[in-house]
């Protein structure tokens, strides 16, 4: 059975681990994880060998994915892509700052937060950063208001198997939906 390509287009830490867990249990074979190899492509503007990359997969999370939902969409029409958002910007951007702390010492390409945010530490600049989160979401929320198929997922407000297989047209399992990377608070 040929499974539908899902592209996760959700930031970084709304849930995006989530997703490619649950695209394993599905049977998904997906792009996971962050890339730094794929990120210098990005940064370098070679895109053409990153939309290639997703053709050999079902499925496709973190950066530099979301970036890239519009070559990607041209390239992968019948794709389901997915918004993954948080239950506020808040607890989004709590979230980032301690995963920023976490992973500081963590060799990430040069520029690539500067990039993306506009600067490198989530800290330093938190409603810049929540502005971004905004208008990330609000670009793709536009972007796909006429085209193609997009769901949004928060996990955390009990979106699941139900959003995600239904969208698929799956059954959905009978395990839990997986919450990756969850904090004990």
């Known amino acids: 059975m040929k499974l539908r390509k ?6 970084p830490k709304t849930g995006t ?3 490619q867990s649950a695209l394993k249990i599905l049977g998904y074979k997906r792009l996971a994880g962050f890339d730094m190899a794929d990120c210098m492509k990005y940064l370098r503007g070679d895109l053409e060998p990153l939309v290639e ?3 050999a997969h079902d499925g496709a999370q973190d950066w530099p994915w979301p970036l890239l939902y519009q070559p990607l ?7 389901l892509f997915v918004l993954t958002v948080r239950k506020s910007e808040d607890v989004w951007l709590d979230s980032m700052q301690k995963h920023a702390e976490l992973k500081r010492k963590l060799v990430r390409p040069p520029g690539m937060r500067q990039h993306i945010y506009g600067y490198e530490n989530p800290a330093d ?3 810049h950063h929540i502005d971004h989160y905004r208008t990330h979401n609000a670009r793709v929320r536009d972007y796909f208001s006429d085209k193609g198929e997009l769901i949004e997922a928060c996990w955390e407000n009990g979106d699941g198997w139900d959003l995600l297989c239904g969208a698929l047209k799956m059954r959905a399992p009978a395990e839990a939906f997986p919450h990756a990377n969850k904090r004990k608070d």
């Open 73 to 79: 969409y041209r390239a992968y029409p019948d794709a």
């Open 6 to 11: 899902v592209i996760c287009v959700g930031l």
């Open 125 to 127: 600049n938190p409603q």
């Open 17 to 19: 681990s989530s997703l």
């Open 53 to 55: 990359k997703i053709g």
